[in-house]
């Protein structure tokens, strides 16, 4: 139990409503991790793997019909609907406390209530926030031990403050049809029913530090992010970061753990985040930025020592593993972990399987939850509490055709429509058709906390308040030939595009104009020891505009902005002069 009494009264309303058997206020210590962690094994909530092997790690199994983020289920509870804006579902505040009061009303009885205090962000930085989860799921604790920093460091940071994000969350029935996630911006309120799965139910991630922050942000002039943040040293021993938004599956834990290529002597990548970025302008008028979580939770499939070894490597100990192959060794396997399949083991759904089952073993979205300082890659200043400086911002997609390798905007203006129109191409990973173009702004379609219209004029704001903002650039690892392959190498060579990038930010490099924004001059991109797979001809294919593309791309591109009734008018001119300077 802590003093402060704005908490303590909250609880106890929460309490009152959800009915719990016992409440259980959580320190952070290592007894009480070995405590919780053993009720689950007797549970069977966990099982325990091979500790010679995997020290520290546990496996888990989701409900099967709750293994992913629920888009149609999460809402934007703000008075008014239009400030949800056009892209969220939006039910009225009064509605759903209503509607998700009755569902949450007992919830918990004969269940224990874990009351979690966190911290996102480094301890005792301005950047930093309080979040309080409260949870009838032991493993969401577990989770959120590893994800953010719980107990009496948070509380350490909140003293006797009122400003803390209450977070409610029951796993209810575990009903689809009972399954809402609730956000009250103007309350700093989280309310989540129905599900144990990450993305719903560990608040402090997607519901706090994005959907909430993002709302915060624009209130108190910083931003909520879903970006990565990478460092890269050159032979020198000079450092600069990136921060980077994809959509989800374009491989953000990829990049933001990048091991460079062999040519590049010298040079080293740094992790600072992999998903979230908090920024604030600084003292000296750049933008700085803090990764507000503590751990990773990746996506397992396709992560293997060629795609990504920093995570691999990261993974060998004090993690959870959700839904992927578990091994009759108690070990773990996924699809593209680019080793041999176990004989036997049980796939995703608990089932026995076998490589011979028509059926993948790994759930698509199961996951991994590991400690960041873990990672062989773990930045020197990831808990930096100024944050670290950042020199470019990186926007990027899945475009088959149309986005070359790599474009810097002409200045923030032209960037923010760079973001506002950013889009992804579905792949055959997903249900549903291949190849559909889904606008995912600045990769924050499923996270911004309120009207996406205002949050286009929220970055246009910061813009002009950035004494000396850092430059825009939009890339695609993903352009395919006539036989759908893909062009580029990707992974560790994509370190060959950001060392152009830099070379931009630090005016070392001139580069092309063109109707899209500024391209490399192909000498520019280093291809050493790439020079077969990548010719200066395939570079120039990469850094080819298509007519016909971005003649369809700029229809596409309209009917997207007219969604939008408080679209700033900046980016509309910026479509009007893109147009023009296509001559389309
Ligand atoms: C994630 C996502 O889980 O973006 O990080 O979907
Ligand atoms: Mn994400």
Same mark, same amino acid.
């Given at each position: 139990m802590y003093s402060n009494k704005a908490v303590q009264a909250w609880v106890e309303e929460m309490a009152k409503l959800t009915k719990p058997d016992q409440i259980v206020w959580l320190d952070g210590s290592e007894e009480e991790k070995a405590r919780l962690i053993n009720e689950c094994l007797a549970d069977e909530e966990l099982i325990e793997l091979d500790q010679q092997k995997l020290p520290g790690c546990y496996y888990h199994w989701t409900h099967?019909?709750?293994?992913a983020r629920v888009e149609h289920l999460t809402f934007i509870c703000t008075s008014k609907k239009e400030d949800a804006g056009p892209t969220n579902n939006w039910m009225s505040p009064t509605e759903a406390y209503d509607k998700l009061g009755k569902l949450f009303d007992g919830s918990m009885k004969g269940r224990t209530m874990y009351v979690i205090p966190y911290l996102m962000g480094?301890?005792?930085?301005?950047f930093s926030k309080v979040g309080i989860e409260i949870t009838d799921s032991r493993y969401v604790v577990l989770n959120m031990r590893i994800m953010t920093k719980i107990g009496k460091v948070a509380m350490d940071q909140l003293?006797?403050?009122?400003?803390f994000v209450k977070g409610l969350h029951s796993?209810?029935?575990?009903d689809p049809e009972k399954r809402y996630i609730c956000h009250f911006p103007e309350d700093n309120t989280i309310w989540s029913i129905g599900s144990g799965y990450g993305g719903n139910?560990?608040?402090?991630?997607?519901?706090?530090?994005?959907r909430i922050a993002s709302y915060m942000g624009k209130q108190e002039g910083w931003m909520a992010e879903h970006m990565l943040i990478l460092g890269i040293e050159d032979p020198k021993g000079n450092v600069s970061y990136i921060a980077a938004a994809f959509p989800s599956a374009c491989g953000k834990t990829n990049l933001a753990m990048l091991v460079p290529p062999?040519?590049?002597?010298?040079y080293k990548v740094w992790t600072v985040g992999d998903d979230i970025a908090w920024l604030r302008i600084g003292e000296d008028g750049r933008l700085w930025a803090v990764?507000?979580?503590?751990?990773f939770f990746g /996506? +397992? $499939?396709?992560?293997s020592m060629k795609s990504n070894p920093n995570a691999l490597l990261t993974v060998q100990k004090n993690t959870i593993f959700t839904n992927v192959v578990l091994t009759e060794d108690k070990t773990v396997w996924w699809e593209g972990m680019g080793v041999e399949p176990p004989k036997k083991g049980y796939d995703w759904k608990g089932n026995p399987w076998t490589p011979?089952?028509?059926?993948?073993?790994?759930?698509?979205?199961s996951r991994f939850t590991a400690?960041?300082?873990?990672?062989?890659?773990?930045?020197?200043?990831?808990?930096?509490?100024k944050g670290v400086p950042i020199s470019a911002i990186v926007f990027g997609g899945r475009r088959a055709? /149309? +986005? $070359?390798l790599v474009y810097q905007s002409f200045n923030w203006e032209h960037g923010v429509f760079v973001g506002a129109t950013m889009a992804s191409e579905t792949t055959?990973?997903?249900?549903?058709?291949?190849g559909v173009v889904r606008r995912d702004p600045m990769a924050m379609l499923p996270f911004c906390g309120y009207n996406m219209g205002d949050y286009f004029s929220h970055w246009l704001e910061m813009g002009k308040k950035i004494p000396n903002p850092p430059a825009i650039f939009n890339v695609n690892w993903f352009r395919t030939d006539e036989k759908g392959k893909f062009i580029w190498p990707g992974f560790g060579d994509n370190l060959r595009v950001l060392k152009w990038i830099l070379s931009r930010c630090e005016n070392k490099v001139d580069a092309v104009e063109t109707p899209i924004g500024y391209l490399p001059?192909?000498?520019?991109?280093d291809l050493s020891g790439i020079e077969n797979e990548v010719s200066k001809s395939v570079l120039e294919g990469l850094l080819s505009i298509d007519k016909d593309s971005w003649s369809e791309e700029i229809k596409d591109q309209a009917s997207w902005l007219e969604?939008?009734?408080?679209?700033p008018k900046e980016v509309k001119s910026q479509y009007d002069a893109l147009v023009q300077r296509l001559g389309l």
């Open positions: 099967v019909n709750d293994v480094p301890v005792g930085s301005l003293g006797d403050s009122t400003d796993k209810g029935e575990l139910a560990l608040l402090g991630k997607k519901c706090f530090s994005l062999e040519t590049f002597k010298g990764n507000p979580e503590a751990g /996506v +397992a $499939p396709g992560t011979e089952s028509p059926e993948k073993g790994a759930h698509p979205n400690p960041a300082s873990q990672c062989p890659s773990v930045s020197p200043e990831w808990q930096n509490s055709k /149309v +986005a $070359p055959a990973a997903a249900t549903g058709a291949v001059k192909v000498e520019d991109i969604k939008f009734d408080r679209l």
